[in-house]
């Protein structure tokens, strides 16, 4: 493990369902990020939080729904997706956000299918 | 628009062997560059890069930029099977230090 858990793994969902996935950082970092890394593309930054108050959202669709209740847990509520959404949803941490990406620690992600 | 290009997108080499990777890239206020080795599936840190010149090394690693032509390679030497994994190439800008733009990756596949 990296310090950076995820869970779930994996995950399938039908594009009714609604599903949440969690984000647990214990390296006492500041900034947490969601990316989504599809096959043959590279990361895509989804959302930024520095100290639980999100400072980006990279234009992605209103089904995808960030929640950062502390700065060590990140969640990503899912709801009515499409299946271009299915990919890796990887999970992120830094000290903060002003150092750019130095010592970014990433989770293991959840492959996400949906059906 | 930022840009990251790597290339190769993927290759297969012997044990043994030495590769050598490559990323282009094209940003406003560079920042610095970030190599990444994904095994599985987290992506795990190897290098940042923000001179020119200069020489990072880490076993049979290394890696130098190139600001004024806009690349950075990444030397493997003697590789081993466990190199086996997708290499990123990230660069990052002043203006959104946090934002990492990644390149696609390089697949690399080391055969015994």
């Known amino acids: 493990e990296t310090g950076v858990t995820q869970t779930p793994r994996h995950l399938v969902m039908g594009m009714t369902n609604k599903k949440s996935l969690k984000c647990e950082q214990h390296?006492?970092?500041?900034?947490m990020y969601w990316y989504k890394q599809s096959a043959k593309k590279p990361l895509e930054l989804m959302f930024v939080y520095s100290l639980e108050e999100r400072v980006e959202n990279n234009s992605v669709p209103s089904r995808f729904s960030p929640e950062c209740p502390n700065s060590s847990h990140l969640f990503l509520h899912l709801h009515t997706l499409q299946p271009e959404d299915s990919a890796l949803y990887l999970c992120?941490?830094?000290?903060?956000?002003?150092?750019?990406?130095?010592?970014?620690?990433f989770g293991s992600g959840t492959r996400l299918t949906v059906v | 628009e930022d840009k990251v290009v790597q290339s190769p997108l993927s290759l297969v080499v012997h044990e043994g062997d030495t590769v050598t990777l490559n990323c282009s890239y094209e940003?406003?206020?560079?920042?610095?560059l970030l190599w990444y080795k994904q095994e599985k599936k987290a992506p795990t840190f190897l290098f940042m890069l923000t001179s020119s010149g200069i020489e990072k090394k880490s076993g049979r690693l290394s890696s130098i930029l190139d600001k004024k032509e806009l690349f950075s390679i990444l030397n493997i030497t003697a590789t081993q099977t466990g190199d086996s994994a997708v290499y990123l190439c990230?660069?990052?800008?002043?203006?959104?230090?946090?934002?990492?733009?990644f390149g696609k990756g390089t697949s690399l596949l080391v055969t015994p």
């Open positions: 940003v406003t206020n560079f920042r610095s």
């Open positions: 990230a660069i990052s800008n002043s203006n959104s230090g946090y934002a990492l733009n």
């Open positions: 992120a941490s830094s000290q903060d956000t002003a150092v750019g990406g130095y010592g970014y620690t």
């Open positions: 390296l006492g970092h500041n900034a």
